[in-house]
Each structure stands twice: as C-alpha cells, then as structure tokens.
Nanobody, 125 residues
Framework: QAQLVESGGGLVQPGGSLRLSCAAS????????VGWFRQAPGKEREGVSS????????IYADSVQGRFTISRDYVDSTVYLQMNSLKPEDTAMYYC??????????????????WGQGTQVTVSS
C-alpha cells in the first residue's frame, strides 16, 4: 500500500528556516504531481505549493511566495519544501499529497489521492 511520509518539521524562531521532506513507499514519487498543504488549529486546510509531474512547473500560495521553494530530487524520489523567513502565521501541520493523474501543479486538495500523516511546524520565539 502506497504511503507518503513527511519529515523535517520542528520548532523555529521567527525569521528562521526549515526544510520539509516528502518521501514515498509503494509508489515512485517522480511520476506524481506533489503538493504541500497546511492546516492550523481552527482553520481550514490550505494549499502551500505544488510541483507538477510533467514539466516540474511550480505554484505557490500568495502567503508564501518568495519565502518557500518546492523542489524534487529524482535520485531519491523525494520532494522538498524549503521554508525561509518563517513567520508565526506559518505555524501549522504540514502535509504532502500526491497524485499521478494530475499533470499540472495545483493547490486544489480534492485532486490528490495520496496523503501523508503530516509534520508539525511551529514558529515561535
């Protein structure tokens, strides 16, 4: 059974950086469009970033544009989310999601079939 596993979350001070990783078992992530989503307590889940399976194009939510970078490593079939200049409002559980039928980057969460369990990111002084 396919599984996605996120890692790299933690506690960081405002202005700091973290790099989240999304790895998979039971599927080859290289062939999937991957998205990162987050959900803070009491708030709806929101799309953060996505990278397409077809041409590697990427999209970002306005709230993270210029601070976060999504990328793929085809050697170890991992997708990363580099998060810089973190703010307290970035605090949330972060999830990666993947789907093979999507060929363009998208922040529409209903498009994704596979989801990880999440990794907590807390930005606080």
């Amino acid at each position: 059974q396919a599984q996605l596993v996120e890692s790299g979350g933690g506690l960081v001070q405002p202005g700091g950086s973290l790099r989240l990783s999304c790895a998979a078992s039971g599927l080859i992530l290289d062939y999937y469009t991957v998205g990162w989503f987050r959900q803070a307590p009491g708030k709806e889940r929101e799309g953060v970033s996505s990278i397409s399976s077809s041409d590697g194009s990427t999209i970002y939510a306005d709230s993270v544009q210029g601070r976060f970078t999504i990328s793929r490593d085809y050697v170890d079939s991992t997708v990363y989310l580099q998060m810089n200049s973190l703010k307290p409002e970035d605090t949330a559980m972060y999830y990666c999601a993947a789907d093979r039928l999507i060929t363009i980057a998208t922040l529409d969460d209903w498009e994704y079939d596979y989801w990880g369990q999440g990794t907590q990111v807390t930005v606080s002084s």
